[in-house]
């Protein structure tokens, strides 16, 4: 293996929803096109949601897109919080607020 192989991202597990989810990292063979149309302030809300629809897909293959599509959008802050901290993206969680918010590791019982 290469120097590089000790920069690949690998996935976290965070907790959205009360559900542990493993959150993979962007790929730049699969999602710098998404990530460079974040960058466009007319592209960026559709290409967020693209972002948001990959990474469940990947982090949940068995869920159907009914369910997908389905899920409660106050989940959606969550998913991009999560998605911005796996990929080092600086994205930074608000502990104090009451709101549901992604946590790396387990659900506390």
Do not use: Q
């Not at 959205?16 to 149309?37: K, N, R, T």
């Not at 990947?58 to 897109?65: G, R």
């Not at 959606?76 to 930074?92: P, T, Y």
């Amino acid at each position: 293996m290469s120097k590089l192989s000790k920069l690949m991202s690998k996935p976290k597990d965070f907790v959205i929803g009360g559900e542990v989810f493993s959150v993979y990292p962007l790929s730049v063979e699969e999602d710098l096109e998404i990530v460079m149309e974040m960058t466009n302030p007319a592209k960026a809300g559709s290409a967020l949601k693209k972002l948001i629809m990959k990474t469940i897909r990947k982090s949940v293959p068995d869920a159907t897109e009914e369910e997908i599509k389905g899920m409660g959008l106050k989940y959606f802050k969550s998913w991009k919080e999560a998605i911005e901290d796996v990929n080092g993206l600086g994205g930074e969680v608000d502990e104090s607020s009451g709101k549901d918010k992604p946590t790396e590791g387990s659900p506390k019982e």
